[in-house]
């Protein structure tokens, strides 16, 4: 069965810095994985995917991430961190075993600081 | 742009009523998704639905749970008898094809059972 685990519940990074959500999954079969964020009472917006194609993905808003079978990692990264990024963001695969539904990992809550 | 639409955004009701929640998924989008989110809580797949019939249901998923897509852009999930654990946000999501195509969520509909 495929799973996702992400580490760290609070990410907190001062605006203009680094930031860096960490996303580990697991999968028996090469995995479709997408990145998601929630802004605060909103739905889950696409941030980005991965289907197998190149690994480095670039998705909106100055996001990317990066997939590395041999560590079984697809982190997020941003170089410089907006006020506006403050949000809770998901990992998520796609279970090809059944009927592709997503299968989210515990989700990550963003702060940037002044 | 298209989008998935929730109604209502928030329903309260007392235990051990039925609910129906609404969602309009996008107009040419094949495949059909409820997930929930406990507060606090991953968000969680419930089921999913293609060709007028469910493909896949999490354990979560009991009795009490049904979907219908009784029109041609309607998709509800009724709960028949609401417990104090149905408490959460629900979301539906649509994808125009299976695997790694992109799932979009509506806003979701909060229910609160008291």
């Known amino acids: 069965a495929q799973s996702v685990t992400q580490l760290g519940s609070h990410v907190s990074v001062s605006e203009g810095a680094l930031v860096l959500l960490r996303c580990n999954y697991s999968?028996?079969?090469?995995?479709?994985l997408f990145w998601y964020v929630q802004y605060p009472n909103q739905g889950l917006q696409l941030l980005l995917k991965y289907t197998s194609a190149a690994t480095l993905v670039k998705g909106i808003n100055g996001f990317e991430a990066e997939f590395k079978k041999s560590e079984t990692s697809f982190h997020l990264t941003k170089p410089s961190a907006h006020m506006s990024d403050a949000a809770e963001y998901f990992c998520a695969v796609s279970d090809k075993d059944s009927s592709y539904k997503l299968i989210f990992g515990s989700g990550t809550r963003l702060l940037v600081r002044p | 742009e298209p989008e998935v639409t929730q109604t209502p955004s928030h329903q309260v009701t007392q235990m051990g009523q039925e609910v129906i929640l609404r969602c309009v998924p996008i107009?040419?989008?094949?495949?059909f998704y409820w997930y929930r989110q406990i507060l606090g809580q991953k968000v969680e797949f419930l089921v999913s639905f293609y060709n007028n019939e469910i493909s896949e249901k999490s354990e979560i998923f009991d009795d009490q749970f049904s979907v219908e897509r009784p029109d041609g852009s309607n998709f509800t999930l009724k709960i028949r008898s609401t417990k104090l654990e149905d408490s959460a946000m629900y979301f539906c999501a649509s994808s125009d094809t299976s695997g790694g195509n992109i799932q979009y969520f509506g806003a979701g509909t909060r229910l609160s059972v008291l």
């Open positions: 999968s028996s079969v090469p995995p479709y």
């Open positions: 107009s040419n989008h094949l495949y």
